[in-house]
């Protein structure tokens, strides 16, 4: 079996919206960053969300996709937004609202970006192209992570390949954005919420704290990734 080896500042588990966003954001920092995701395909077999929000798009905006969103889009921003409530599919309507998600085609006065409706494969084939060209990301497609190991200063990350290698290495911090029922990450991060929550309050109550290599979590699940934080002490 050949092993072989290799050092990132971020290893994030899973290339769905959340892994994505963050590749996008940690690479606008200048932030290296290796994506291990199972899947080489963006799966489309689930129905999921079918709108973008306007803070969302702002960040696209940011990062130097929206447009690529948009252009992706099956639905214009001015096809719809309104919102119906009814009895049933063809019962008496109850109530029905005008102006929702932002999808306006009118400059709006508290966002930068009007909505989008676009289903989240769609924003991923966008978000996977865009990083594709990134200098910071590596995108480990068909990859698997199979264990973490916290280590003083570090995690030890363990990836089966889609063929029979597999590699290990290094990274400062493992976001885990492969889901609630991710293999690898939420066994290593059991009192995650305790450690993040903890890790909030210690900064509310010490706000005069400006040390970039204050002690922070190594190892974030889910929706408590948090890419801003660690930026300024990976550069």
């Known amino acids: 079996m050949y092993v072989r080896t290799y050092f990132a500042p971020v290893v994030i588990v899973g290339a769905g919206p959340s892994g994505l966003a963050a590749a996008a954001e940690l690479s606008w920092h200048d932030v290296d960053c290796?994506?291990?995701?199972?899947?080489?395909?963006?799966s489309s077999d689930r129905p999921r969300a079918k709108t973008t929000s306007v803070r969302t798009m702002e960040r696209f905006?940011?990062?130097?996709?929206?447009?690529?969103?948009?252009?992706?889009?099956?639905?214009?921003?001015?096809?719809?937004?309104?919102?119906?409530?009814?009895?049933?599919?063809t019962g008496a309507l109850i109530t029905a609202f005008n102006g929702c998600f932002g999808l306006s085609t009118e400059r709006l006065d508290l966002a930068?970006?009007?909505?989008?409706?676009?289903?989240?494969?769609?924003?991923?084939?966008?978000?996977?192209?865009?990083?594709?060209?990134?200098?910071?990301?590596?995108?480990?497609?068909?990859?698997?992570v199979?264990?973490?190991a916290e280590q003083p200063g570090s995690v030890r990350v363990q990836v089966q390949a889609d063929n029979v290698d597999q590699y290990a290495g290094d990274a400062r911090y493992v976001l885990g954005?492969?889901?609630?029922?991710g293999s690898a990450v939420l066994p290593a991060v059991v009192v995650c919420t305790d450690i993040t929550e903890s890790y909030d309050k210690s900064v509310q109550n010490d706000r005069t704290?400006?040390?970039?290599?204050?002690?922070?979590?190594?190892?974030?699940?889910?929706?408590?990734?948090?890419?801003a934080r660690p930026t300024r002490s990976l550069r």
Not at 34 to 42: D, I, N, Q
């Open 177 to 181: 954005c492969d889901g609630p029922n």
């Open 34 to 42: 290796l994506v291990v995701e199972p899947g080489r395909a963006v």
């Open 112 to 144: 930068a970006e009007s909505g989008q409706q676009v289903p989240p494969p769609v924003v991923e084939q966008v978000l996977r192209a865009h990083l594709a060209d990134s200098p910071h990301v590596q995108l480990a497609l068909g990859d698997t």
């Open 209 to 227: 704290t400006t040390d970039p290599n204050r002690e922070q979590p190594s190892v974030v699940a889910g929706r408590f990734c948090c890419a």
């Open 61 to 89: 905006r940011r990062w130097g996709v929206a447009d690529g969103v948009r252009a992706a889009a099956l639905l214009s921003v001015a096809w719809s937004d309104r919102v119906i409530f009814c009895e049933s599919l």
């Open 146 to 148: 199979v264990g973490l």
